[in-house]
């Protein structure tokens, strides 16, 4: 819940602040970008945590540790003079010197039962030092993979970003080319509307063209067949008909036009 919490509190600088996990879900449905970077700064946050603890792992690692080695050099020292002090005492028992051996008894004994009373502080120094070891190294893990995921999750973010911008670009391309093409089927349309009208026109100046020819062949039909014009035939008519075709020359018409 705390992790949610935090997350939200990241999220709320640049959109709204409101708990439970089911508001964090909508929010990533709302901004994943925004909301993978609160993400991304919650693991910040939690490294920067994992970090001040690993410092203070170290810092009593090598406390321990020095206490430790310090303990351990001590003994180490104490022990060197205690077999030191039983080697002279042998010595002086080899030689016969009993006062000398008899002197050394007692700080051989000394330093023995300071030793027999250092061991298990010394043992107890070692395990404190194996402890913070321990720990230090496991909280040093545990950073180290934290950062690792705080890598991993910018990279990935970076690379989401990345393909949400082609996405974006592919997107513009993608409506370009409806548009383009909406574009073009409107061209094709207007071309086939314009076609359609051309043609009717043409039907309709066919229709014109048949309608005049049938009234022209309806009145051909119906009108008197003219025969053939004959000189002949039609000076013959006109004779019988009174008609004759005045003739000769200017001086006998006028002459014929004053008898009448």
């Given at each position: 819940?705390n992790?949610?919490?935090?997350f939200?509190?990241?999220?709320?600088?640049?959109?709204?602040?409101?708990?439970?996990?089911?508001?964090?879900?909508?929010?990533?449905?709302?901004?994943?970008?925004?909301?993978?970077?609160?993400?991304?700064?919650?693991?910040?946050?939690?490294?920067?945590?994992i970090?001040?603890?690993?410092?203070?792992?170290?810092?009593?690692?090598?406390?321990?540790?020095?206490?430790?080695?310090?303990?351990?050099?001590?003994?180490?020292?104490?022990?060197?003079?205690?077999?030191?002090?039983?080697?002279?005492?042998?010595?002086?028992?080899?030689s016969?010197n009993?006062?000398?051996?008899?002197?050394?008894?007692?700080?051989?004994?000394?330093?023995?039962?300071?030793?027999?009373?250092?061991?298990?502080?010394?043992?107890?120094?070692?395990?404190?030092?194996?402890?913070?070891?321990?720990?230090?190294?496991?909280?040093?893990?545990?950073?180290?993979?934290?950062?690792?995921?705080?890598?991993?999750?910018?990279?990935?973010?970076?690379?989401?970003?990345?393909?949400?911008?082609?996405?974006?670009?592919?997107?513009?391309?993608?409506?370009?080319?409806?548009?383009?093409?909406?574009?073009?089927?409107?061209?094709?349309?207007?071309?086939?509307?314009?076609?359609?009208?051309?043609?009717?026109m043409?039907?309709?100046?066919?229709?014109a063209?048949?309608?005049?020819?049938?009234?022209?062949?309806?009145?051909?039909?119906?009108?008197?067949?003219?025969?053939?014009?004959d000189?002949?035939?039609?000076?013959?008519?006109?004779?019988?008909?009174?008609?004759e075709?005045?003739?000769?020359?200017?001086?006998?018409?006028?002459?014929?036009?004053?008898?009448?």
């Amino acid at each position: 819940m705390n992790g949610i919490l935090g997350f939200l509190k990241s999220f709320g600088k640049e959109k709204l602040s409101q708990a439970g996990e089911s508001v964090a879900k909508k929010i990533v449905s709302w901004d994943p970008e925004t909301a993978t970077q609160a993400e991304i700064e919650e693991m910040i946050k939690e490294l920067d945590k994992i970090t001040v603890e690993a410092g203070k792992a170290q810092a009593s690692y090598i406390k321990e540790k020095n206490e430790a080695d310090a303990a351990q050099k001590n003994y180490d020292r104490y022990l060197a003079a205690a077999e030191l002090l039983n080697k002279q005492t042998d010595e002086a028992q080899t030689s016969g010197n009993a006062a000398k051996a008899q002197e050394l008894a007692p700080s051989l004994e000394k330093l023995l039962h300071d030793l027999e009373t250092m061991r298990p502080e010394v043992e107890r120094e070692a395990r404190e030092a194996e402890e913070a070891k321990a720990y230090f190294d496991e909280v040093k893990e545990l950073a180290e993979l934290t950062a690792q995921k705080v890598k991993t999750a910018r990279s990935q973010l970076e690379q989401a970003q990345r393909d949400m911008r082609r996405a974006e670009v592919e997107k513009q391309r993608a409506g370009a080319r409806a548009e383009k093409s909406e574009h073009l089927a409107g061209l094709r349309k207007d071309a086939s509307s314009l076609g359609v009208a051309l043609e009717a026109m043409n039907k309709q100046a066919e229709s014109a063209r048949a309608s005049a020819a049938a009234s022209d062949m309806k009145a051909k039909l119906l009108s008197p067949e003219k025969a053939k014009e004959d000189e002949n035939i039609q000076a013959a008519l006109k004779q019988v008909s009174g008609e004759e075709t005045p003739s000769g020359s200017f001086a006998d018409r006028l002459a014929a036009l004053r008898k009448k």
